[in-house]
């Protein structure tokens, strides 16, 4: 069982920057996907960013490319998600995930099914 904790949310303007913690305890993220969803006001949870696999390339939405850097410590065990340019499009709860599932080929990784174990997730307002 993993336990995930978000934090770094919070109120920023836009052109602000923030940076979001993911820390899991109970066991090591493993092998499997790690990846940050969000979910605004009325719309469904989408894809921001993820490792595929444990040791696999980061991807990134494209509402998000160029402006979001997903990082991991593994000897915290902690996955971090640096937002720079933020824009009032990016308001949404955020959230940490990680999956049992590696994903070393195809786009399964965006879909927040594939995904095993979640955190509370962590509010990002931008204000305009």
């Known amino acids: 069982q993993v336990a995930l904790t978000e934090s770094g949310g919070g109120l920023v303007e836009v052109g602000g920057s923030l940076i979001l913690s993911c820390a899991a305890s109970?066991?090591?993220?493993?092998?499997?996907?790690t990846a940050w969803f969000r979910q605004a006001p009325g719309k469904s949870r989408e894809f921001v960013a993820g490792?595929?696999?444990?040791?696999?390339?980061?991807a990134y939405a494209e509402s998000v490319s160029g402006r979001c850097t997903i990082s991991r410590d593994n000897a915290k065990n902690t996955v971090y998600l640096q937002m720079n340019s933020l824009k009032p499009e990016d308001t949404a709860v955020y959230y940490c995930?990680?999956?049992?599932?590696?994903?070393?080929?195809?786009?399964?990784?965006?879909?927040?099914?594939?995904?095993?174990?979640w955190g509370q997730g962590t509010q990002v307002t931008v204000s305009s």
């Open positions: 109970g066991r090591t993220f493993g092998g499997g996907a």
């Open positions: 490792f595929t696999w444990s040791g696999g390339p980061a």
């Open positions: 995930a990680v999956s049992k599932s590696a994903f070393y080929v195809g786009d399964e990784y965006v879909r927040d099914l594939a995904y095993d174990y």
